[in-house]
């Protein structure tokens, strides 16, 4: 199992940036592909991004496609989460996930891993 553990959260205006971090430790990193999930209030919990174990693929949804960037450094055992032009919507906690399989999974059932969350919340 790997252990996961977010940072870089906070509040930020619209429009703004923030760069969100997930450190893994406990596992070879390079092992896993890696992915973003969050849950705003009164919602569930739905993907964001993910990426794959090489790095070189990658997955997002629509809501934050151009806006978002997932990143790793396998080097340093540490997944990033770059998000621009924040607004009201992307207001959440924010998890970083890991899954033993290769591919950048869209669906939380597919994770093992979890880190602790985030929290984002952007004002108006």
């Known amino acids: 199992q790997v252990q996961l553990v977010e940072s870089g959260g906070g509040l930020v205006q619209a429009g703004g940036s ?3 971090s997930c ?3 406990g596992h070879t990193f390079s092992n896993y592909a890696m992915g973003w ?4 209030p009164g919602k569930e919990r ?3 991004a993910s ?3 090489s790095g070189y693929g990658t997955a997002y949804a ?3 496609k151009g806006r978002f960037t997932i990143s790793r450094d396998n080097a340093k055992n540490i997944l990033s989460l770059q998000m ?3 607004n009201a919507e992307d207001t959440a906690v924010y998890y970083c996930a890991a899954r033993s399989g290769s591919s950048a999974a869209r669906t ?4 093992d891993s979890w880190g602790q969350g985030t929290q984002v919340t952007v004002s108006s």
């Open 46 to 48: 739905e993907f964001v």
């Open 84 to 86: 621009n032009w924040l």
């Open 108 to 111: 939380e059932y597919e994770y």
């Open 18 to 20: 923030l760069r969100l």
């Open 23 to 25: 450190a893994a430790s």
């Open 62 to 64: 629509d809501s934050v």
């Open 51 to 53: 990426i794959s174990r």
């Open 37 to 40: 999930f969050r849950r705003a």
